[in-house]
């Protein structure tokens, strides 16, 4: 399944590198992405390195979830393409 990365999590003096706001591709409800929560997601760079996460849980209610990566993600990833596997 494909997904775009949205934006960082974090709070109003800070951002959390790891954590980011994933929008699935087809998905336009709370309940059909509480479907998606722990499964695996992967970001891979132009350069070919891949970038291991899991969904943690659902954002909002129009079917965004927030996913947790291995390690920060760079600046260049929002607005990419994300593969949710499983």
């Known amino acids: 399944m494909k997904a775009v990365v949205v934006n960082f999590c974090g709070g109003k003096t800070s951002k959390k ?4 706001v994933v929008e699935l591709a087809g998905v336009k409800s709370k309940d059909a992405a ?3 929560v ?3 997601i ?3 760079s132009p350069a070919g390195k891949k970038i291991n996460g ?9 079917g965004a979830v927030k996913a947790v990566m291995e390690k920060g993600l760079p600046g260049t990833a ?5 593969s949710v596997e499983g």
């Open 17 to 20: 590198g790891n954590h980011v």
């Open 78 to 82: 929002l607005g990419k393409e994300i």
């Open 38 to 40: 722990g499964r695996k």
């Open 34 to 36: 509480s479907k998606i």
């Open 42 to 44: 992967v970001w891979t």
């Open 54 to 62: 899991e969904v943690k849980k659902v954002h909002g209610n129009s």
